[in-house]
C-alpha cells in the first residue's frame, strides 16, 4: 500500500488510528446494551409506581438512538463551525459523560438502586447524551478521514472506521461477558392472564442490581484516552483552506502525500472551497437522494436488531448460557468480513460489495425466519444469524460510511452528510425500538420483512447508485456538477 514515495506514511497511519478510535466509542456505545439489556429491563421491573413493558423496553433500549439523530443532525454545522478535529473532541467528551451518567443514574436526586419513572427518564436522557456522541462522530469520524486521505487508498481507510466500530462491538461483547462472569442473566416472567412482566424470584439478581452498571461505566476509558489523543492530530487541510490557513493545510499536505503531489492537492482543494456559502441543491436533489436512501436502506435491512439484542436472540434459538458466549462468536466473525471489505473495497468497487452483501444478508434473514416457521433449534438459527451479520460486515457496513464520506461534492459534503447521517439514525432508531415488540409478535415475520428489504436494496444499489471507486473528491464534484447541467 503505497501512499507516496515521499509522503510520510507513518504520520497518515498515526493520524487515521486516533480518528477511528471514534469508531470504535460509536461501536462501543450502541453495542453495549446488548449485555446490558436484560438486567436492565429487570430492574426497571422492580418498580412500584408504574409497570415497565415491552415498549418501554425497546425504547429504552433505542435511547441513545435518539441523540444519534440530535448528533447526526447538527454535525454538518459544527464541523463547520467548530471543525472536524473540534467536533470529535466534543463527541469524546458526550461519551464519557454519558457512561458516567448510565453507571450511576441516581445521582445527585436519586435513591441508590431504587427503580422509579424519573429515574427512567434520567437514564434515558444519559444514554441520549451518548447518543448526541455517536452520531457526531459517525458522520465526522469518516468526514476526517476522508479529507486526509489520499485518493487511492481512501476507501481503504474509511473502511477502517467500520472496523473500529465492529472491533468496539466485540470489545463490548467480550467486556460484557467479563463483566458477567458466572452470573446469569435475570428470568423474566410473563403473567398468562394480565400479560404482565416480573423477575422470577429464583433469577440471580447480581446483573439487575450491579452488572448492568459495570457494563454501562466501563465505556469512561476508551472515551477518555480518545478524547487525551485528539490532542495529538491536526485539522483536516480542506478545513484549513475554507478557514484562509493555506499554509497549514499545504504542510499537512507535504507530509502525507509528498511537496509534488501536496501541490496539486492545495490546488484543486481551493477549486471546491465553498462550503459556507453553496447552496445545498446547488447539484441537483439526485445526490441527496441517493445519499438519505443509502443511509436508510443500511438500517431498513434490520441489522441492528440483531446486534443490539443478539444474546436474547441467540438464546431464543437454543444456544446453551444466555447466549453470550454466541454473541463473542459473532463479534469474532463480524471482524473478519469487515476486513475482506478493507482489503477489497479499493480493488473492486463499492457497488460490487454492496450487491453481494445484500443478496447474502436476505439468504440470512429468510433462513432466519424459515427455522422460526418450523421450529428449527440450535446450531442452524444460531449460524443463519452470523451469516446474516457477516454480509453486513463485508458490505452495506462499511461501504455505505465510505459512500456517504465520497459520494458528494466537496462544497455541500457538511449539510449533506448531516442530513444522511440523520436519516440513518432515525431509520436506526425505528427499526430497534420496534424490533422487541416485532419479535415477540413473530420472528418468521420480522426477518422476512428484513429480507425483502435486503433485496429491495440490492436492486437501488444496482440502478441508482454511481461507483466512486479511484475518483478524487474533486472528481465527485465535477461529476456531479456534469450531471446537474444535464439534467436541468
Not at 267 to 296: A, D, M, N, P, R
Not at 314 to 321: I, Q, R, S, V
Not at 420 to 447: C, E, G, H, K, R
Request: neutral net charge; hydrophobic residues 50%.
Amino acid at each position: 500500500m503505497n501512499v507516496s514515495k515521499e509522503g510520510d506514511k507513518l504520520y497518515l497511519y498515526s493520524i487515521t488510528t486516533v480518528a477511528i478510535i471514534g469508531g470504535l466509542l460509536f461501536g462501543y456505545d450502541t453495542a453495549v446494551i446488548s449485555g446490558a439489556e436484560k438486567g436492565l429491563e429487570a430492574f426497571f421491573l422492580t418498580a412500584t409506581d408504574f409497570q415497565y413493558d415491552k415498549v418501554m423496553h425497546g425504547i429504552t433500549s433505542s435511547s441513545a438512538l435518539l441523540g444519534c439523530i440530535i448528533g447526526g443532525a447538527v454535525s454538518g454545522y459544527l464541523a463547520s463551525r467548530l471543525g472536524r478535529r473540534g467536533s470529535l473532541r466534543l463527541a469524546s467528551l458526550l461519551f464519557f459523560l454519558s457512561a458516567l451518567g448510565s453507571y450511576y443514574p441516581e445521582f445527585l436526586f436519586f435513591e441508590y438502586g431504587q427503580a422509579n419513572f424519573n429515574l427512567l427518564v434520567t437514564f434515558n436522557l444519559y444514554r441520549v447524551l451518548g447518543g448526541i456522541g455517536v452520531g457526531l462522530a459517525s458522520a465526522v469520524c469518516p468526514m476526517y478521514i476522508a479529507e486526509i486521505a489520499p485518493s487511492d487508498i481512501r476507501g481503504t481507510l474509511v473502511s477502517c472506521n467500520q472496523f473500529a466500530i465492529i472491533f468496539g462491538m466485540l470489545v463490548v461483547y467480550f467486556v460484557n461477558y467479563m463483566i458477567m462472569g458466572n452470573h446469569q442473566n435475570p428470568v423474566i416472567i410473563k403473567d398468562a392472564v394480565s400479560g404482565i412482566m416480573s423477575v422470577s424470584p429464583a433469577s440471580d439478581m447480581w446483573s439487575v442490581n450491579e452488572g448492568w452498571r459495570y457494563m454501562f461505566g466501563s465505556e469512561t476509558i476508551p472515551a477518555a484516552l480518545f478524547g487525551l489523543l485528539l490532542f495529538c492530530v491536526p485539522k483536516t487541510p480542506r478545513y484549513l483552506v475554507m478557514c484562509g490557513e493555506d499554509e497549514r493545510a499545504f504542510g499537512i499536505l507535504e507530509k502525507i502525500n509528498g511537496s509534488k503531489i501536496a501541490k496539486t492537492v492545495l490546488e484543486e482543494i481551493k477549486l471546491t472551497s465553498k462550503e459556507k456559502t453553496e447552496k445545498l441543491l446547488t447539484y441537483g436533489l439526485t445526490v441527496i437522494v441517493i445519499g438519505i436512501l443509502l443511509s436508510v436502506f443500511q438500517q431498513a435491512i434490520g441489522i441492528n436488531a440483531v446486534l443490539y439484542y443478539a444474546p436474547r436472540i441467540f438464546e431464543n434459538a437454543g444456544a446453551e448460557g444466555g447466549g453470550m458466549m454466541q454473541t463473542v462468536v459473532m463479534g469474532v466473525v463480524n471482524i473478519l468480513f469487515t476486513l475482506v471489505a478493507i482489503f477489497t473495497v479499493d480493488r473492486f468497487g463499492r457497488k460490487p460489495l454492496l450487491i453481494i452483501g445484500s443478496l447474502g444478508m436476505a439468504v440470512g434473514a429468510f433462513a432466519v425466519a424459515m427455522c422460526d416457521q418450523f421450529g428449527i433449534k440450535g446450531i442452524v438459527p444460531v449460524l443463519s444469524v452470523i451469516v446474516y451479520a457477516a454480509f453486513f460486515m463485508m458490505s452495506w457496513g462499511p461501504i455505505c460510511w465510505v459512500l456517504i464520506a465520497e459520494v458528494f461534492p466537496n462544497t455541500i459534503r457538511g449539510k449533506a452528510v448531516a442530513i444522511a447521517v440523520a436519516f440513518q439514525w432515525i431509520f436506526n432508531y425505528l427499526v430497534s425500538s420496534t424490533f422487541p415488540a416485532l419479535y415477540d409478535f413473530s420472528p418468521m415475520f420480522a426477518y422476512s420483512l428484513y429480507g425483502i428489504m435486503c433485496l429491495i436494496a440490492c436492486l437501488f444499489v444496482w440502478k441508482c447508485v454511481p461507483e466512486t471507486k479511484g475518483k478524487s473528491l474533486e472528481d465527485m464534484t465535477a461529476f456531479w456538477r456534469n450531471r446537474s447541467k444535464k439534467t436541468a
